[in-house]
């Protein structure tokens, strides 16, 4: 190219004037078109299949990326839809255990306030029970002591010393007679 351009200005420099821009030359057209013409069926020769080869490689690849993408996108949806359901689902389980739970501790509140109250019953009724029982001991023994006393006290009496049992027989026949009467 430069040897070209030497060669043109050299052709002009013989003539003496050099053209403007728009000036008409045969010879710069004829070469401007040769240059143009082989550097066209070179770069259609060797270039332009290398550069639509790989346009078309990149487009295929875009293309695939955008399918994947898509094809991506899709299972994004679907876990978050299946996510939401799962979580839902999640929080129905976890309110019915709360329910549930509920409902057991109630159950087993009401269980161990009926125990508490039939135990409460059964301490009342055995001290009931042992209450009687120390009571009707307590009578016997006031008793016996009621008749020792009567003994005692009618022995000084009558000065002498009475029989253990029969005199207890006739004490006790005496306190009984006056139990019935109260």
């Known amino acids: 190219?430069?040897?070209l351009a030497l060669f043109l200005q050299e052709s002009h420099g013989e003539e003496g004037a050099v053209g403007g821009p728009f000036t008409l030359?045969?010879?710069l057209i004829i070469w401007t078109w040769i240059v143009f013409l082989v550097l066209f069926?070179?770069?259609k020769k060797y270039a332009w299949p290398h550069i639509v080869r790989l346009t078309e490689e990149r487009e295929r690849t875009i293309q695939k990326q955008l399918a994947e993408a898509e094809r991506l996108n899709e299972e994004a949806k679907?876990?978050?839809e299946e996510h939401?359901?799962?979580l839902a689902e999640a929080k129905d389980k976890a309110h019915e255990l709360v329910m549930e739970a509920k409902t057991v501790g109630e159950k087993e509140r009401?269980?161990?306030l009926t125990k508490a109250r039939e135990e409460q019953e059964?301490?009342?009724n055995r001290a009931k029970r042992e209450i009687a029982g120390e009571k009707d001991r307590a009578i016997a023994e006031l008793r016996r002591e009621a008749v020792d006393l009567s003994l005692a006290a009618a022995s000084k009496l009558i000065q002498q010393k009475l029989d253990d049992a029969g005199d207890r027989k006739i004490?006790?026949?005496?306190l009984a007679t006056l139990e019935d009467k109260s």
């Open 122 to 124: 059964e301490i009342l």
């Open 171 to 174: 004490v006790e026949d005496y």
């Open 1 to 3: 190219m430069y040897s």
């Open 25 to 27: 030359e045969p010879g």
């Open 41 to 43: 069926f070179m770069l």
């Open 110 to 112: 009401e269980q161990l």
């Open 84 to 86: 939401g359901r799962l």
């Open 78 to 80: 679907a876990s978050l």
